[in-house]
Structures are given as C-alpha cells and as structure tokens.
C-alpha cells in the first residue's frame, strides 16, 4: 500500500512520488479524485464527510491541508484507508499570520485575510502534486480561485463544491454581479443585500438584514490583504469550473438547486446532504468528564435537553456570552452547554456571570473545550439546539429531529435562518436594530421551541425532517453513487 505523508516543496519529490504513485496497482480504484478545501474546519469537514462518501462509492480520493490541520481531522475508516489518502502541504510564513495559525479557527477574524495570502502560496506546490498524481478530477472550494488556472494548464477537469446549501449561493447571484460593473450596479451597497435580488424569480425570505448587511457587504466584495475579494474568487471559480456540485438535496431546496444552475449557466449536481454517520462504539473513547455529562444525560426526559453549541468560530463579547447564560437560566429548561473559553476570559470561570453554575446545577451543564457533538446530539434525551445556524449544524441537528432555535451571525447563518425559520423548522431568537439580543428574548424562544404549544408546529416539521435529513440511504446511495457514476462515466469517456 502506497502512503504520502507529506510533500516537500521541489519538484524533484514529487517527480520521485510520480515514479511511486502511477505504478498500477492491482484493485485500485480507476477513478482519483482530489479535494482541496478552504483552511476552515466548517469547510474541511464536509470535504472529509464528501471524500469518505465517495470513497463507499468506489473513488479514490486524495485529501489535501496543511499538516497541523490534518493533524486536527478524524482518522480515516479502516476499510477505506486504501481508498483514502491525506496529503499535506505546509503553509509558508506569512507577514500578520501568527505562527501555527492554519485555519480559521486560530485567528481572529481581521487576520484570517493573511491565511488567505498564505493559502494562496500553496498553488505551486499544489500544481505539482496535481502533475505527479495525475488525478482525473479536482474538487475545490471557493478560496483556491488559482485552481482554474491548474486545470487548464494540466487539462484535468475541475469540480468547484460548495459546502454552503443553493439558496445562500443563489442569493449572491451569477457571476457576472459578484465583480465589476454588475457589481456595482446591483450589489453596490449593503442595503442591496437586506432584499431578495430579482434573478431568484419567486418569493424568498432569504436575505440580510440591515445589521448583519454592512459587515457582510464588506467582507464579501471588499478587498482584503490577499488582493482579491472573496467575491471575485467565487465568480473566477463558476465562470472556470466544470461543473458545481453543492451539500444539498432536491428534497429540501429545489427550486434553488435548479436556480442554481440556471444562474451559474452550468451543470449542477446536488451530492446530497452527507449526514455524518453516528458511531455508539466512539462514546466509548471520550474522557471521563464526558462520560459523567452522557451519564447525566441518560437520567434527563426523553428530548428534555436543549443542546448550546456555537462552534469554534464564532467569536463571542462578554455581553453576548452573558445574556445567552441569563437566558438559558430564564428560560429553566435542562440544558448543555458546550463553549469555548473566549479571549477576553482569563479562566474559564470568569466567560460565564457570577454564580451562574451554582444557580444552574440541578439544571444543566456547562462544559469549555472540544465537545462531542455527535454524540450529544444523538442522545435521546436531546430534544432541541441553540446555535448558528450554519448548514452543517443544521444538517447534524435535522437528521434526529431536533427543534432548532437559531441566532445567526456570520457568512452563511443568517440566509440559512430566514430559510428555516420560512419552512417552520426553526424559531428565531429575536434581535434589536443593532444585532443586539436580550435573556428575555433568549428565553422566550427556547421556551417556545421546547415546550409552549405555540411551537408545536416548529416540533412538528423538524420530527418530519427526519425523513430527509436521516435518510442515509437516500444520499449515500442514490446522491453521492449517482455522483460517483457521474465521475467514472466521464473520466472513461476522456
């Protein structure tokens, strides 16, 4: 079995891993892929979620990152480490980027524009792995708009992924309004992104509101160090792709899926929603102040818990975290809470208010650090979440059939939440003009979701989402090998 562990930056290496890599060896997959996500884990894992799923199909697939980023991902599944390979790629040293800081998540969000100038140094190496494997495909993300320059170079056909569903792609529109005049004449302000655009066609709830526009607007078409828009990236990589694939499901959102396509002018394939696969033997594996909280929780109503999950990079003010804790004390349901220790906290103590833990103990849970979320949030005693509401939590969160309450903040969250809360599968937490949201307000959503009558529809359509959500069969079998015979008809074909 032939393992790479690393590339080094030469182009002898990789000559010397093309002489090992393109020796046929018998059994091998004929179709090799390889997938390039964006150095942030809410895009490395759906890529790590897309590659196990088309290496079930068939496909062999090479995972490329940084080595610390590789390090941070989960093992590959026995039964498919002949399938699947990690390759790693070291970042070089960049003015502004902190040193170790690989992803996202180890940055604040005004230097996560020196990641990119990093990453963006990362397309020679890359380019040279791409001509010693020899892959027959290229799946990218959104960031690594220099991947259209490889594929016309090495004539290997691109696949631009996105881990974001089709209503937040098709609200920011066709390429030729993401850059320049189209730009300009319809995107020119952060007001424009508060309305649904026109190209959509039909009614949609989906769009920014006024306090979440002027960031967003911002962060997405203005320049940042790295020289280029986020925005240009994405138009350079529809206009230079082959085809779009996209974490979604016709079941779910259609009428978008099929916008999508018309917008883009290209061909779109949903590869279905990849709901992680929830393992019972890893509870065995967690430390033992997990395993006290599972304990708790096997003692607590059957879908009596409200799970509190906002990630790793969200970035939380004291305020914020205050008035979550006050709420979740108002509100006097069982919780969990998982969190991470802010910046601004010197202990751990000190992220939550004074006596919070002591007043909340026959209550809930609040755990800092690395939290299994899976496995919570297959736990029968869960019955709802407050988080993000981004796509991937979503997706973890409607495959048991959760109730969602959701407080957006970044990127994709707030088109997400308009969305759901339009097909009664989430309820909102309320904000004031600027953003800002009270424990009252924190309070009477939960309560709302969890147990008022009022939220029974809301309990109702997510129990129902299951069918979609939790199918396995249905995107495992009938998306990803649809996908996947998608890929070995091409690539005979070549």
Known sequence: MIIITRIERSFLHCFLYTYQINLKVEGMAEVHVMMLPWSAFGHMIPFLQFTIALAKAGIRVTYVSTP????????IPASLKDLVKYVELPLEAVDGLPNGAEATVDLSMEKIQYLKIAYDLLQKPFKELVLALSPDWIITDFIADWTVDISQETSIPLISFSVFNSAAICF?????YLVGEGQKKVRGTPESLTYSPEWLGFKSPVAFRAFEATGTHQGFYGENASGRSDAERIAKIQQGCHLCCIRSCMEFEGEYIDLFAKISNKTVIPVGVLPPEH????KGSIDESWREVF?????????????????????????QIFEIAFGLELSE????????????????????????????HAKGIASFGWAPQLEILAHPSVGGSLFHSGWGSIIETLQHGHTLVI????????LNARMLAAKNLAIEV?????????????????RQAMVEEEGEKIRACARKAVAIFGNQKLHQEHYIGKFAEYLKDSSANK
């Open 333 to 360: 349901l069982p919780f969990l809470w998982a969190l991470r220790k802010p910046e601004w906290a010197v202990e751990d103590s000190d992220a939550l208010p004074s006596g919070f833990r002591e007043r909340t």
């Open 407 to 414: 407080l957006p903040f970044i990127a994709d969250q707030p």
């Open 172 to 176: 920011l529109g066709p390429p030729e």
């Open 279 to 282: 393992d019972e033997k890893k």
């Open 295 to 319: 304990r708790w929780l096997d003692e607590q109503d059957p879908k009596s818990v409200l799970f509190v999950g906002f990630g790793s990079e969200n970035k939380f003010t004291k305020e």
């Open 68 to 75: 610390r980023n590789i390090q941070r991902l989960p093992q």
């Open 430 to 446: 309320e904000r004031k003009e600027d953003g800002s949201f009270t424990k009252e307000g924190i309070a009477k959503a939960l």
